[in-house]
């Protein structure tokens, strides 16, 4: 016997070690010339493999794996005593990282179904086909290398659970929630008693920048539940990496978005110009890198200018309007436009008719149009010849576009859905007569009714239109993006309006149509088990046959073995 061997069999296992860069691989057959044909015959290198370990038995195997991380395992099944199979449950159960790839001279499915079943990466013939051994050995490391970063991800995942779990909601949160919400009317004297309910101080001269982190894919499969927990992680790093020091809040809204409200306070409020606008685009930046690092999401960023607090809801549905209506410009950083929030000068003040808007907003909702031109009319009629200033002027056409983007975006719609709303709030064609403005007011709500009743079932047409796209493509690859640019909507978007529909997210319903039409194959044909697969998306028979167990409760052979058992008997 060589030396090597003996070495081996002493349980010493003194390997060949060629360190170069970051795996090690175990080689376990009981023929001592297999064992130098595998170590010799493929290029280890070359995979980054720097330490070859050999063992002739089941027991010198568990030693190696006990006293150092293998990444790969390459076992053959038959051998005297514990056989390969056994040495596969042990180490599924105490060395769960390391991939393994089985070999047998039998051309026996059920060898390969008990070595799936037991968590086999992948399963071979003997005699071993090198290049073919190779090819999977590359494959086998770059999965371990995925399930790596996956398991570093649910670590990180699960200490935001553990403290998203434990977290009470703040008051300045509930604030800005009933703000946006607009369960708080922004009106002086109405903040004034808010901000009194939560201990809030603010002043007239302060300015806030509105900042919307608009979601726009996670590169990790999420359940529903797992997304709002990582939602939780990027509203935290958000805090971290945007306030930078800076006083502001970081909270999810009414709608489910995520914000940022940066506070600038006193006569400092807007004072910074080009410079704070720049400062604030570099700290978005840095967090769009963190977030897609450490949290595997990508996601634009809209910004408002400082704005004051009466017209905070503007700015807001200002910027769910360009978030909206963004379908083709993913991770970008969007800065306000000069013209986007009213000046300091044109805020509004107690004298506009804003309790006058909130009553119109409710009617509108109710679509009660009839009832909606009725007090238009008599509004109007009641202040015939009072003098208008051009500021009372503006502030009520804003007053209007305020109300129609604040109904159409509780609903996701927005202007730009309606051909005539488009025209008729377009900045060119508002009133600039006070005899033209309550036609035009009136048009503009006869035309967002006209809207919120054609998409009465839009989101119903949605959900419907991409479950049949996801049906017609199982086989492929289905991304978020490809789904949203089907229906012309903006990935964040759809997620949202899909989740409320359904309750699931987008990647849970694609698997949830995958495993759907496994069992409907499964039931209804013969085809084998790694055609299936195939037929749904998986190139892998081991991730899809995990993946069946995990959703089923049951490997895809035990299921189709059970329903011709209920077919028999029925």
């Known amino acids: 016997m060589p030396a090597e061997a003996e070495a081996s069999r002493s349980g010493s296992l003194p390997p060949k070690r060629r360190r170069i860069r970051l795996y090690r691989a175990l080689i376990v057959d009981d023929q001592y010339f297999a064992l130098l044909g595998l170590e010799q015959g493929i290029a280890w290198e070359e995979l980054g493999i720097g330490e070859v370990c050999l063992a002739e038995t089941a027991e010198q195997a568990t030693e190696c794996l006990r006293s150092r991380e293998v990444n790969l395992l390459i076992c053959d099944i038959e051998m005297p005593g514990r056989s390969g199979l056994e040495l596969l449950e042990w180490t599924g159960r105490h060395c769960p990282d390391t991939l393994t790839i089985m070999l047998t001279c039998h051309a026996d499915f059920e060898y390969a179904q008990r070595a799936i079943h037991h968590g086999a990466y992948h399963y071979l013939l003997k005699p071993v086909d090198y290049e073919q051994l190779q090819r999977v050995a590359v494959a086998a490391l770059a999965e371990g290398d995925r ?111 995520n914000i940022a409200i940066l506070y600038e306070r006193g006569e400092r409020a807007g004072s910074g110009g080009r410079r704070s606008v720049d400062v604030l685009v570099m700290r ?40 909206q209506r963004n379908t083709n410009r993913p991770r970008q950083i969007f800065v306000p436009s000069d013209d986007f929030a009213l000046a300091k000068s044109e805020a509004l003040s107690a004298a506009a008719p804003l309790p006058l808007f909130a009553d119109w907003l409710t ?146 319903a694609i698997i949830q149509e995958r495993i759907q039409e496994a069992k409907r194959l499964l039931e209804k044909t013969e085809l084998k088990i790694t055609d299936i697969a195939g037929e749904v998306g998986y190139s892998s028979l081991g991730s899809f046959s995990n993946l069946f167990k995990r959703v089923v409760g049951v490997t895809p052979q035990q299921y189709r073995a059970r329903m011709k058992t209920e077919l028999r008997t029925t």
Request: hydrophobic content about 35%; some cysteine.
């Open 147 to 257: 399930r790596r970063e996956h398991k570093r991800f649910e670590l990180l995942m699960q200490e935001y659970r553990t403290r998203w779990e434990h977290q009470l909601p703040l008051l300045v949160e509930r604030f800005w929630q009933d703000i946006l919400g607009e369960r708080a009317s922004p009106l002086p004297q109405s903040l004034q008693r808010s901000m009194d309910t939560y201990g809030l101080r603010f002043l007239p001269e302060d300015r806030f920048t509105l900042v919307l982190l608009g979601l726009e894919k996670w590169k990790e499969n999420l359940s529903a539940r797992d997304e709002a927990i990582m939602e939780y992680a990027l509203r935290n790093l958000a805090g971290e990496l945007l306030l930078g020091g800076t006083e502001g809040v970081v909270f999810q809204d009414h709608a489910g978005l």
């Open 284 to 323: 978005c930046r840095r967090f769009q890198e963190e977030a897609e690092r450490l949290l595997r999401c990508t996601l634009s960023i809209y910004l408002s200018p400082p704005t004051p607090l009466p017209n905070i809801v503007q700015a807001y549905t200002s910027l769910t309007d360009k978030e």
């Open 363 to 508: 009617i509108l909702e109710l679509g009660e149009t009839d009832e909606l031109n009725r007090r238009i009319r008599q509004w109007f009629s009641d202040r015939e010849g009072d003098a208008w200033s051009k500021e009372s002027h503006w502030q009520f056409v804003h007053g209007i576009l305020f109300i129609i983007h604040t109904v159409l975006g509780r609903k996701g719609l927005s202007a730009h859905d309606s051909k005539e709303l488009r025209k008729l709030t377009d900045g060119g064609n508002y009133p600039k007569l006070r005899i033209a403005l309550q036609d035009w007011t009136r048009e503009c709500f006869e035309a967002a009714a006209d809207l919120l009743k054609a998409s009465n079932n839009v989101s119903s047409t949605v959900v419907s239109k991409i479950s049949r796209y996801i049906r017609s493509r199982l086989d492929r690859d289905i991304t978020r993006e490809e789904l949203a640019a089907h229906v012309y909507l903006n990935p964040a978007y759809l997620s949202r309006m899909f989740k409320k529909e359904t309750g699931l997210s987008l990647s849970d």
